[in-house]
């Protein structure tokens, strides 16, 4: 049983351009979180989803991140016009179920690096 | 608010020997749950254990353990029989319970070395 794949796995950006990470979830898990890192810290939440539905996205920047999980193909996580600040780790997450004891599973992340 | 705090930023211990580290947690739910990770230099995450706040006894799993003490709010992982592959960043985690979000809210980490 795969565990959760992301790719890519360094991606480097100019300012000003997109970057696009990709986050496909472990066989039969339905619900994907993603989560940030920045250099020396500890992983800050961004947005949680399900199929087609956003159910959480109270830690994305309000402007040039958007997050979306189709019903067919991975979740992808989009960054418009990157900015230096965004160089940072980008991790996804799964889970089969919201609510109980169902741990998240992270992928192994993509290391973005905004020159 | 949710908060996590991990108040050790590092730690040594001797190969072969236990070590415990530290993590608080602060919250109004009487439904949650605990997790640790660790996070070697490669930069993955590895789930670890988990505690459920409804939990009575202690979590286990392999040399790893949880010391969960609810009246205290504190859940400290306790790892005995170090070996030289467990030196990494480790984090203490939390996830509301009962609500619609599941979202994690992660500690600053410890970051663990062990020598030979």
């Known amino acids: 049983n795969a565990g959760v794949m992301q790719n890519p796995r360094h991606l480097v950006r100019r300012r000003g351009q997109e970057a696009r990470l990709r986050c496909s979830p472990m066989k039969g898990h339905s619900h994907v979180y993603w989560y940030r890192q920045l250099p020396e810290e500890g992983l800050k939440f961004m947005v949680y989803l399900q199929k087609e539905n956003i159910i959480d996205e109270s830690g994305m920047p309000k402007e040039r991140f958007s997050a979306e999980f189709p019903k067919e193909g991975p979740s992808i996580l989009r960054i418009q016009q990157v900015v230096r600040g965004d160089s940072a780790a980008y991790f996804c997450?799964?889970?089969?179920?919201?609510?109980?004891?169902?741990?998240?599973?992270f992928g192994p992340g993509t290391r973005l690096t905004v020159l | 608010a949710q908060k996590i705090t991990q108040t050790q930023p590092g730690m040594f211990v001797q190969e072969k020997e236990a070590v415990t580290l530290d993590c608080t947690y602060d919250t109004s739910d009487q439904s949650y749950g605990l997790f640790w990770y660790k996070q070697p230099s490669s930069g993955e995450m590895i789930f670890l254990i988990y505690?459920?706040?409804?939990?009575?006894q202690n979590a286990t799993e392999g040399r790893y353990s949880l010391n969960f003490q609810k009246a205290r709010k504190s859940a400290n992982l306790v790892i005995s029989a170090s070996q030289l592959g467990d030196s990494a960043m480790y984090f203490c985690a939390m996830r509301e319970g009962g609500g619609a979000t599941n979202k994690l809210i992660f500690g600053t980490g410890t970051l663990l070395a062990v020598q030979p």
């Open positions: 505690q459920g706040s409804y939990d009575e």
């Open positions: 997450a799964s889970s089969p179920l919201s609510q109980g004891t169902d741990t998240q599973y």
